[in-house]
């Protein structure tokens, strides 16, 4: 995908040429080059093409306040705030590779500005990676927080078991569970995440909040699509975090991924460092697809 960003992009095919049909067959090319998706590139080029035919100016300033207003319609976000003095539990899961136990420390770090980290509870219920639980050790570790955990190979749902009934124990205020990556072509492994889920659900009490996150890598253009679709049907999500938005990805499939499945968005991860997951922000969000 190229690096010019969407908003020079439009510049340059708005300044240079009259606009006729092809302008628009080119408009929708760089919506797709941008992982808008092909059906919402037309229904965004088609609504354009219409005003443009009405308007007597119409230049890329025009184009972009307009491209950004549909946008800005489909693009859902989703505050996620802790309740008082509740226990307020998040499921985490993603395919391999998307940076999810990373994204689960730079989440717990958040959280702590907002309650004591003591009181915060990470659950290694990533058992079938050996280096996953290490991994969530080390955060728990450098962030002052207890880490729930059992041998590699370990049953995940008793490691879930184990840590919310701790969480109660203890009057923890967070408990964040680690999944194990899964792809979403292999549903049956989907469905694991089923059983963790009803594991959760018998266990909480009516106060509890209880909050299921997909983590989405933003190098993977519409395969995070699919994963979202596959993980909404199979699981149920609450929201969706993009990932390394850091990187020359457009991450324009926070649209397609809004429009389609409903799917709000919580946060936004914009580099590596332990304090670079953000709040996600439609506004924000918008232009930096234009920047």
Known sequence: MSKI??????????GIRNIDESIFDDLEDILIEADVGAAIAVSYVDQLRTIAQKEQSFDAGKAEEIIKRLMANDVKSCNVSLRENQLNIFLVCGVNGVGKTTTIGKLAKYFSTFTDPGRILLSAADTFRAAAIDQLTIWGDRLGMRVIAQAHGS??????????????????SVVIIDTSGRMHTKEHLVKELVKIDKIVNGKIKETTQYHRMIVLDATTGQNALRQAEVFQATLGLDSAILSKHDSAAKGGTVIGICREFSIP??????GEGVGDLVVFDTNEYLESLFV
Not at 265 to 270: A, I
């Open 265 to 270: 968005f919580s946060f936004l991860g914009k």
């Open 5 to 14: 960003s969407l908003g020079e992009r439009l510049k340059k095919l708005f």
């Open 155 to 172: 049953d995940p749902g008793a490691v879930v078991f184990d840590t919310i009934e701790s969480a109660y124990a203890k009057n923890a």
